[in-house]
């Protein structure tokens, strides 16, 4: 059975930094993509940033660009993507959650109807 785990969540001081952690085990399916998403009390689901596994190809939200690096780790049987989330503010604030397609698409492709296998999401919390 296909997971996605996500770990590394916390809380942090603004301007701080975390990494979150999410690995894929338990099938054979191959991703396409995986990408970060994050949801804060009152508001939509916003898609962070995603990696196309196969060529590495990055894309981040414009709320996250230059401050958010995602980055991918494989294994034999398992793939973990990283997010590296530096100079963080309270807007930041947010559970954040993995996720993970084999469909293909075209641009960002961080709309959330895209990924079909979405990990248990982590709390970031950044106090100012």
């Known amino acids: 059975q296909v997971q996605l785990v996500e770990s590394g969540g916390g809380s942090v001081q603004a301007g701080g930094s975390l990494r979150l952690s999410c690995t894929s085990s338990?099938?054979?399916?191959?991703?396409?993509?995986m990408a970060w998403f994050r949801q804060s009390p009152g508001k939509e689901r916003e898609g962070v940033a995603r990696i196309k596994l196969d060529s590495g190809t990055k894309y981040y939200a414009d709320s996250v660009k230059g401050r958010f690096t995602i980055s991918q780790e494989k294994d034999y049987d398992k793939t973990t993507i990283y997010l590296q989330m530096n100079n963080l503010g309270s807007e930041d604030t947010a559970v954040y959650y993995c996720?993970?397609?084999?469909?293909?698409?075209?641009?960002?492709?961080?709309?959330?109807?895209?990924?079909?296998?979405w990990g248990q999401g982590t709390q970031v919390t950044v106090s100012s």
């Open positions: 996720a993970a397609t084999t469909h293909g698409c075209i641009g960002g492709c961080l709309r959330g109807d895209l990924y079909t296998f």
């Open positions: 338990g099938g054979t399916l191959r991703w396409n993509h």
